[in-house]
């Protein structure tokens, strides 16, 4: 069974420096990945997702994500962070099926004026 | 039209209430999903249609019942609920196929007294 592990429960950033969150899954074949962001009290909404091709994918709001296959892992990235990312962020990997998502436990973002 | 909706926004109810969630989306998808999200954790997987069918249930105590009436509507009939099923209920949609994402809906946040 396919899993995600997010190694880092809290993450706090000052505005304007960099990010990375860090995802680690499991699975046993190619696998379908995405992030997702999460304001409080709000839906889940799609930042970016790898299938297949080039292993570094550009998502919205300057997120990116390198999929490194050798790694099992999927780390998600901002050059850049806004007040505004402040959230909750998470990883998830698709089934072979195409119809259960597995989310990794998330990574809470702080961000510092 | 590229949004999942839900209502409603918010939801109490006694343990010896009735009462549905209801989710609608008109971008075409035939894939639809209830997902249950306690406080700081992941959305936990409940149901899904595919194709207006339950093709997936996840062991889902029976005091919810999913129904999906057409291919744009999905609801959640809650009935007899217990104070530990207070979450938020999050309701998504895809196209049906393998590569592509969910979108979420923004959620409905019950509490169940």
């Known amino acids: 069974a396919q899993s995600v592990t997010q190694p880092d429960i809290h993450i706090t950033v000052s505005e304007g420096a960099s990010l990375e969150l860090r995802c680690n899954y499991s699975?046993?074949?190619?696998?379908?990945l995405f992030w997702y962001v999460q304001s409080p009290g709000q839906g889940l909404q799609l930042l970016l997702k790898?299938?297949?091709?080039?292993?570094l994918v550009q998502g919205i709001k300057g997120f990116e994500a390198e999929f490194k296959r050798s790694q099992s892992s999927f780390n998600l990235r901002k050059p850049s962070v806004h007040w505004s990312d402040a959230a909750e962020y998470f990883c998830?990997?698709?089934?072979?099926?195409?119809?259960?998502?597995?989310f990794g436990g998330g990574t809470r973002v702080l961000v510092k004026p | 039209d590229t949004e999942v909706t839900q209502t409603p926004k918010h939801l109490v109810m006694g343990m010896t209430n009735k009462k549905s969630l209801k989710c609608e989306q008109h971008?075409?998808?035939?894939?639809m999903y209830w997902y249950k999200q306690k406080a700081k954790k992941p959305p936990e997987l409940m149901f899904v249609y595919s194709y207006e069918k339950l093709s997936i249930n996840e062991s889902v105590p029976s005091r919810f019942s999913p129904e999906c009436p057409n291919s744009s509507l999905l609801n959640l009939h809650l009935h007899a609920l217990q104070p530990e099923d207070s979450a938020l209920y999050l309701c998504?949609?895809?196209?049906?196929?393998?590569?592509?994402?969910?979108?979420f809906g923004p959620g409905t946040r019950l509490t169940v007294l």
């Open positions: 998504a949609s895809s196209p049906g196929d393998l590569y592509n994402e969910q979108f």
């Open positions: 971008m075409g998808h035939r894939a």
């Open positions: 998830a990997v698709r089934n072979a099926a195409g119809n259960k998502l597995t």
């Open positions: 699975y046993g074949a190619t696998p379908y």
């Open positions: 790898y299938f297949s091709g080039d292993t």
